[in-house]
């Protein structure tokens, strides 16, 4: 289940998935879109619901916006709906996320309202190097080559 680099592109996201079974998500600098945020929303469920076991890094570094309080309530939905299938198959989400304060913020609302997947904030993907490498030794999946080019920054 590989894709070609660069992933596919639409509504300014990228969805990679060279390195599978480590899916790279990237969102755009500019305020995505509630249609572009459902496209989000259709593309994860579709990864989720193959029920392979995958991890992800969602690089969210360039954008200088929160999501929207509808697109919040959509990912909440989603989580309601999703949840459990995501939870039995998704072993792990890197949050890609420039600012400190706003890495804090999305650690306490976490712990506060827990999804049902691993999840944890980092400033960099070498930051959340040592976090991918443990969460794919627990689930006793192998870090390939594809894999350690993205954690390494070569991707």
């Not at 998500?25 to 305020?31: E, L, N, W």
């Not at 949050?95 to 944890?120: D, E």
């Amino acid at each position: 289940m590989t894709g070609t680099r660069p992933g596919t592109h639409q509504f300014g996201l990228i969805f990679d998935e060279a390195a599978w079974p480590l899916l790279y998500v990237r969102f755009p600098s500019k305020p995505l879109s509630d249609e572009g945020f459902e496209y989000f929303i259709e593309r994860y469920t579709g990864v989720v619901e193959r029920c392979i076991p995958f991890a992800t890094i969602l690089d969210s570094r360039g954008l200088t916006t929160a999501i929207t309080a509808h697109q919040r309530k959509r990912l909440t939905e989603w989580f309601d709906v999703t949840g459990d299938l995501a939870g039995e198959h998704h072993f792990g989400i890197a949050v890609l996320i420039s600012n400190a304060i706003i890495r804090g913020a999305l650690k306490a609302v976490t712990w506060v309202k827990p999804i049902p997947v691993p999840i944890s904030p980092f400033g960099s993907i070498a930051d959340a190097a040592p976090w991918v490498h443990q969460i794919f030794a627990e689930q006793n999946i192998p870090i390939t080559p594809p894999i350690e080019t993205l954690l390494s920054g070569r991707g």
